[in-house]
């Protein structure tokens, strides 16, 4: 199974790939940082961001996005930024009919450390030891994307139905889908006359 971890920002939006081994192994594919000008209007930096996780999803082919989960802080812009941006790569993500996870800060840091309460260091270094890196992935939005990825292989990877390398198509996902199986009655019916025509 291929995974891409993604740790949204408006500024900084961390992108890391890694790919399931043998005996709950990882390793890793890429990893980088998208950024976008801070002095540029939101439109034009979603629209950034858009154009290099399409890139992304295009070149690496995931069989699943898992997506930080956003939680409510003190303040407003960061989170309004942050939600845009898991938006932004939730909706491209299932555009093409690839699954989308999301867990919350405390359950990766958890998967990944032990402790729900790790911090950034601790985070970096348990990243590092998993995935046999010669040095640390930097910035840490580096870190928590390939941290994201790490946690959905352990904690979520069973629910995931995928094959590596499979033509991703929503039409065909929902289709693929028993019927009422947290579809909508237009999306059951959908499903059903795909069925129909491809029988």
Known sequence: MRILGVDPGLT????GVIDSRPARQAALVAVDVVRTPSHADVDVRLGLLADAFDRWLDEHRPDVVAVERVFARNDVSTIM????????TMGLAARRGIPVAMHTPSEVKAAVTGSGRADKKQMTRMV?????????????DAADALALAICHLWRGAASSGSTPGAAKDVDARLAARPAGAGLTK???AWAEAIRAASS
């Open 186 to 188: 237009a999306q059951q």
């Open 12 to 15: 900084r939006c961390g992108l």
């Open 128 to 140: 590092t030891r998993i995935l046999k890196l010669e040095s640390p992935p930097k910035p840490a």
């Open 81 to 88: 930024g942050t939600a845009q941006a898991s938006g932004l």
